[in-house]
């Protein structure tokens, strides 16, 4: 049953077979909240949005009109919950970090060195590309997280955030060249 498509559980959810939507949520909620950590800047907001997404999602299943995927349908609905709590409390930050608090592990950087000098410069690291990406404009963060943190195609960007594809590209060509900027100027003032 869990190998059913995201269209026949949709069909059954609205049939009156809620559970079926138990089964969208177990299938998308770890690849949501992933995304929406790196968009709302902690762990506890991005569980906050992801359930007001799947909420808010059950609610509007019956607009739901296929001509995008599920994910990407939902991905918008967690979007626009995450840009209204930022009008709200007009402070939402992307967080690399957050990685690390969603899974309990730090990112493999494919090294075999443990000692703590090497961990405590990868943690500055980190702290660095966090600090960076927070700094960058948010339609440019939004568009990099989407394409470089989860992997959405640009065609699925475009739909989610409903700009044209050239729009896409150009934010995340952008973003791209502001974190480059932000952190070299970091690195800079750091080797100094």
């Not at 969208?24 to 709302?40: E, K, T």
């Amino acid at each position: 049953m869990n190998d059913a498509s995201d269209q026949s559980l949709i069909a059954r959810c609205l049939g009156g077979q809620t559970e079926a939507f138990g089964l969208l949520v177990d299938r998308y909620q770890h690849r949501l909240y992933g995304a929406l950590v790196h968009i709302a800047g902690s762990p506890e907001q991005a569980r906050d949005f992801a359930q007001d997404a799947f909420l808010q999602a059950f609610e509007k299943l019956r607009s739901f009109r296929g001509d995008a995927a599920f994910y990407s349908w939902l991905f918008r609905i967690a979007l626009n919950v995450a840009i209204s709590a930022r009008r709200k409390t007009h402070r939402v930050t992307a967080s690399i970090d957050a990685i690390r608090d969603a899974t309990g592990q730090d990112p493999e950087d494919g090294r075999t060195s443990s000692s703590p000098w090497h961990e405590m410069h990868v943690a500055d690291r980190k702290r660095l590309v966090q600090k960076a990406l927070s700094e960058i404009p948010e339609e440019y963060r939004i568009a990099l997280v989407m394409k470089e943190m989860d992997d959405l195609k640009y065609e699925e960007i475009a739909a989610i955030l409903d700009v044209p594809l050239g729009t896409v590209r150009s934010r995340i060509h952008r973003g791209r060249i502001e974190l480059r900027a932000r952190l070299q100027g970091v690195l800079r003032a750091e080797e100094s």
